[in-house]
């Protein structure tokens, strides 16, 4: 059996990223893991998954793809109780987003927001 342990991001802004993930968002901060050349800290998204971000002393640069770039990892989507509040508290922090919207095919509220890194994240209510 399969199940979804862990996702990763590699930051651009450490930071901004534990703030927006852990006060903002409201994720719980677990363990952070030195791994010599980079370091990993965990927030529980549930109970099974976790997200992981990723530091690392290399500098690759950063990608800058397009939403409708194919063959990428477009967004993570997370349910929550309301969109409306979610967006308020965004908006209150500074984060630029679009106001929500319904999705009237898939029967749900949402709004797409960038992280800190650029990773598109998805928020429904439905």
Not at 38 to 55: G, K
Not at 57 to 85: I, M, N, Q
């Amino acid at each position: 059996m399969l199940k979804p342990d862990h996702i990763t991001i590699n930051v651009t802004d450490l930071e901004k990223s534990l703030d927006f993930y852990g006060r903002i968002l409201g994720l719980k901060q677990l363990e952070t893991v030195d791994m010599g050349d980079h370091r990993l800290y965990y927030f529980a998204i549930t109970d099974s998954l976790r997200l992981e971000l990723i530091t690392y002393e290399d500098d690759f640069g950063e990608a800058h793809p397009h939403e409708k770039t194919r063959g990428l990892y477009r967004h993570l989507a997370f349910s929550c109780d309301s969109v409306d509040e979610l967006y308020k508290r965004l908006k209150e922090n500074g984060i630029d987003c679009p106001e929500p919207e319904d999705v009237k095919k898939l029967n749900f509220r949402n709004i797409l927001v960038k992280d800190p890194n650029g990773v598109e994240l998805e928020f429904i209510t439905y």
